[in-house]
């Protein structure tokens, strides 16, 4: 069965400094996907980014980068120069790309951010 | 492009009584996923809709159940509720039926169990 562990349960940084958000995940499949959202105080769950099990190619976007490494099983998340915005609950996610685990979204506990200004 | 949508935002509930959450997805998506979000078991997959029919279902018990009508939008029952009931649930759609699509949550229903 799938599982996705994210271990760090909250971190607080001072704005301007950098953050990972770190996550490992289990799956028999080989064919897979990867999400990560954002849940900021309103409840509503934002998508980030998704990543295929193919494609092991690091990603940028703004002040966010992912880190896939399929020999480790991580797809860690970095914010560069956090700001007071960036506070939310953090969620990393994984869906088979068959079976049972398909067609669902199996998510981690999530990280819970905290940015001080 | 709207959003998905959920009716109500929030509701509160006696054990025992049952209740009915919809869901709107984004027009043209015709996949509907129910979850439910609670402080510790954290967010949970509850099932999947595509074409009307249930192609996935968590491991909740049978009390909770759901349906998906012709024009894509959902709704999902529990019945004879328990004080655990009370969560978050909420319901993303995507766009095709493929474990590759990001799915689009909406705000959420907040069922409280008294």
């Known amino acids: 069965a799938q599982k996705v562990t994210q271990a760090q349960t909250e971190i607080s940084v001072v704005e301007k400094e950098d953050v990972t958000l770190d996550c490992v995940y289990e799956t028999r499949d080989t064919t897979y996907y990867l999400f990560w959202y954002k849940q900021p105080p309103s409840g509503e769950l934002v998508f980030l980014i998704r990543r295929n099990s193919f494609d092991e190619q690091n990603e940028i976007s703004g002040r966010y980068s992912w880190n896939f490494q399929k020999s480790t099983s991580s797809f860690n998340f970095t914010i560069t120069a956090s700001q007071v915005v960036d506070s939310a609950v953090y969620f990393c996610?994984?869906?088979?790309?068959?079976?049972?685990?398909?067609?669902?979204?199996?998510f981690g506990k999530g990280t819970k951010l905290s940015v001080i200004p | 492009k709207a959003g998905v949508t959920q009716t109500p935002r929030y509701l509160i509930k006696t054990r025992g009584q049952q209740v009915t959450l919809s869901c709107s997805p984004i027009s043209g998506h015709r996949s509907v996923s129910w979850y439910q979000q609670t402080p510790g078991q954290g967010l949970q997959f509850l099932f999947e809709y595509f074409s009307e029919t249930q192609r996935n279902k968590g491991n909740f018990p049978g009390r909770f159940s759901g349906r998906q009508f012709s024009n894509s939008r959902s709704e999902m029952n529990v019945s004879t509720l328990e004080l655990g009931d009370s969560a978050l649930y909420l319901c993303?759609?995507?766009?095709?039926?493929?474990?590759?699509?990001?799915?689009?949550f909406g705000p959420g229903t907040r069922l409280t169990v008294l």
């Open positions: 996610a994984l869906s088979e790309g068959s079976g049972a685990g398909s067609y669902q979204l199996t």
């Open positions: 993303a759609s995507s766009l095709q039926a493929s474990s590759y699509n990001e799915q689009f």
